[in-house]
């Protein structure tokens, strides 16, 4: 990588090129333009599930118990699993694949992987600590059909789990490729056979071509409720469509049909049938232009439950689904069995965002399909993503709604973080129930402060915009795991006993700063309980302890805790991280605090220390002590994030050499890093962890428009701004 961002960075496509004195406000607003554009709002998209034996694991890997689905399966026989998953653009991605027997894998027709004795464990030890099997594949744009081919061994193991290779930032969920499924999350298989397909399935394969009859088979559920459900005198359930008049005026639209049970009729919130026993049963209604939801409530009696309706004789008028449900092709969603004392309206549960909480057991719609499943699933690849960059982002995009009074990026912030809040408790759930949940996959599963901490802290600040549904019980969730579920030291220090790879195992991470010190600050704020605020002050100082180098006035990135030792990189954005969060304790603290003139004292030190390493464009390096490694914009912009604040709470004693740092900062930001268009270069990219430079310098490249450093890049801005108009005001 080169040392500065000239190779990739035309100056006459800079935004310094194109604003007189470099604007501010200017700047802030096209990088937050370009990011929403780019970025729209979406909703989930919901997808038929059907309740498998083949189910993703909390690993995200989807498992493939064979011995369990075909007890009578022998030697020598073959089952084949095929999925498809969509990519929009080429990419080398890793898979993670373990073998319980025989396993080939193939991608659009070509086999990728054949396992030798070796590679192949027992079933029995798939909880065990044996690491998976990684393979690379080429990705192209478009449909990538993936094919299982699952023996079974000699000592009779067989079976598999594959999936994707980054659980926390790409939970990849496969589709069924299949006319007749799809849209349907999940695989396809055959039944035992001794024969192979005639042809491995590839793109635009049809399954016919392949000469096997593949699973599940998909049931008709015709209406009748018993199917479903069984016989359960006294339950009910609800059932949900909507009445489509795509026409300009009023029509007469006839309700007409069959019923198994007592049933009743709800149209616009009125009922407008009901009967108490099984028969035929028509009459009219006055369709308004538009959609309005009909919904069905059932009762389950000795003879049955259920009903069936016949075509509706008006012009442009017909049921549809309330929700597109990829997969399905019926008209009615069903909200049971729900049982006798359950007390619900269903029209609380239109939004399809929460589960159904009956006295017995709790439920989500599903189609009238035995078997079939509704669930939500996040496919955009930002907008409604819960993690820890996107706490950053969004927290700039806030502030910038702020400083220009824009009320339509305040409003998009709180928008992405309530897709999250919203459906929290529905991805507890949905992990519970399917394995893992299709939406909120960090946020459903916290096993780390990355997952929690960083937009945590957004999703308080944004609900001072408005209330966002479930974001006091995220808040009060991620302040419990803070507190008393993730790993210490002995002394109290936060650290990571198990990390998401063995090589992050047993290390405490100067980044952590970040993922805790800002909740632990606003959550004081919200409860007024400072007894938070004192924990955020307490890590600060034993992080300290661990990771500062004292000879250089800055941070090591990583302590080895196994080996008792900081690693002694000086990794630019993990030191940036521990100034921002400095900055965001000591504005929070009170100068009375008992710990506030160490905190002070250290804010101190650590200042002059990343002052003096300020490279001669205005912007630091990717490793802070090494100039011939890459101009970095994450962490200058952290750099000038914590100069400004400090200048404008008076917490250096010097300042003018920090006003020059902070400007000189931003300046070098607009000249070598964001151009015209809002694109941000010179973002490293997300890290692991080395005892040598040369992985941070040469192995750790950075990302155009990398959510690591595009909200930092705003709030350093925005205290820019709010510095420039204080130094004005003061005189």
């Known amino acids: 990588m080169a040392a500065n961002l000239s190779r990739y960075f035309d100056p006459m496509e800079s935004m310094a090129a194109q604003t007189e004195g470099g604007s501010i406000p200017h700047v802030l607003k096209v990088i937050a333009q370009r990011y929403v554009g780019d970025n729209p709002p979406h ?20 498992e493939f118990p064979l011995q369990s689905m075909f007890k009578d399966m022998e030697e020598g026989q073959r089952v084949y699993a095929w999925a498809k998953l969509w990519i929009e653009q080429p990419q080398e991605f890793i898979f993670h694949l373990r073998c319980f027997g025989p396993v080939r894998l193939y991608h659009n027709g070509n086999q990728r992987f054949g396992s030798s004795p070796e590679e192949e464990f027992s079933e029995a030890a798939q909880g065990a600590p044996a690491l998976p099997i990684k393979l690379k594949v080429n990705l192209v744009r478009g449909w990538n059909h993936f094919v299982l081919e699952l023996g079974k061994g000699r000592e009779g193991n067989c079976g598999a789990a594959f999936g994707t290779g980054s659980r926390k930032n790409k939970p990849f969920h496969f589709l069924a490729p299949s006319d007749e499924r799809e849209g349907e999350e999940g695989w396809i298989y055959t039944a035992p056979s001794a024969e192979p397909l005639n042809r491995i399935p590839g793109a635009n394969q049809a399954e016919a071509a392949t000469g096997a009859e593949w699973l599940p088979v998909c049931e008709e559920g015709k209406g009748r409720l018993d ?53 035929d049963f028509s009459f009219e209604l006055d369709a308004n232009p538009g959609s309005s939801d009909l919904i069905a409530q059932c009762r389950c009696d000795a003879q049955g439950w259920g009903f069936q309706l016949g075509d509706i004789a008006a012009p442009g008028v017909e049921l549809v689904l309330g929700r597109r449900v990829h997969g399905y092709k019926g008209q009615w969603l069903l909200l049971g069995p729900l049982s006798p004392e359950a007390n619900i309206n269903p029209a609380d549960y239109l939004a399809l965002d929460k589960v159904a909480a009956d006295l017995r057991m709790n439920i989500f719609w599903t189609t009238d399909q035995p078997e079939a499943n509704v669930r939500p699933f996040l496919e955009n690849e930002l907008y409604g993503r819960w993690n820890y960059p996107l706490g950053v982002t969004l927290s700039g995009l806030l502030g910038t709604g702020g400083l220009l009074q824009r009320e339509e990026l305040a409003n998009y912030v709180a928008g992405h973080v309530e897709f999250a809040t919203s459906t929290y408790a529905y991805s507890l759930w949905d992990r519970e129930r399917f394995g893992a949940a299709g939406l909120n996959n960090q946020l459903s599963h916290i096993d780390s402060l990355d997952d929690c901490g960083s937009f945590g802290a957004l999703a308080i600040m944004a609900e001072r915009i408005r209330p966002l549904k479930g974001s006091r019980t995220v808040a009060d969730d991620i302040a419990h795991y803070i507190m008393n579920v993730q790993d210490r030291m002995e002394d109290g220090a936060l650290y990571r006993k198990v990390g998401v790879s063995p090589s992050m195992h047993n290390t405490m991470w100067c980044d952590d700063m970040y993922m805790s010190v800002p909740f632990l600050c606003r959550y004081a704020e919200l409860t007024g309980d400072p007894g938070y605020r004192d924990e955020a002050a307490k890590q600060l100082l034993l992080y300290k302890k661990y990771l500062y180098m004292a000879d250089r006035q800055v941070m090591s990135h990583v302590y080895d805790v196994a080996n008792n030792k900081p690693s002694g990189t000086v990794w630019g954005r993990g030191n940036g991280w521990v100034f ?30 990343y002052r003096r390493l300020q490279g001669k464009h205005g912007l630091w390096h990717q490793v802070l002590i090494d100039a011939e490694s890459y101009e970095e914009s994450s962490c200058t912009s952290m750099f000038i994030y914590g100069f400004a604040l400090g200048i404008r709470h008076s917490w250096l004693e010097n300042p003018d050499p920090y006003i020059r740092a902070a400007l000189a900062g931003w300046q070098g930001l607009c000249e070598r890093a964001v151009d015209k268009r809002g694109n941000l270069y010179g973002v490293c990219k997300g890290s692991s962890w080395s005892y040598s430079h040369a992985y941070y310098k040469h192995d750790l490249g950075w990302n155009l428009n990398d959510t690591h450093g595009i909200g930092i890049v705003l709030l350093a801005g925005i205290e820019t701004q709010r510095m420039k108009e204080w130094l004005i005001e003061k005189g």
Do not use: C
Request: glycine fraction near 8%; charged fraction near 15%.
């Open 43 to 62: 909703e989930p998209v919901y997808r038929v599930t059907r309740t498998s034996a083949i189910r993703k694991g909390a690993d995200h890997l989807y």
């Open 227 to 279: 199917l479903l459900y069984g016989m359960q005198p006294g339950y009910s359930a609800y059932a949900w469509t909507t009445i489509s008049n795509r026409t300009a005026s009023k029509q007469q639209v006839t309700i007409a049909g069959a019923s198994y049970g007592p049933l009743r009729l709800l149209w616009q919130g009125k009922e407008v049938y009901a009967a108490q026993e099984s028969g």
């Open 580 to 609: 921002f969060s400095l900055a965001v304790l000591l504005e929070a603290l009170p100068i009375t605090h008992a710990s506030y003139p160490s905190i002070l004292a250290f804010y101190r030190e650590l200042a002059e220390g």
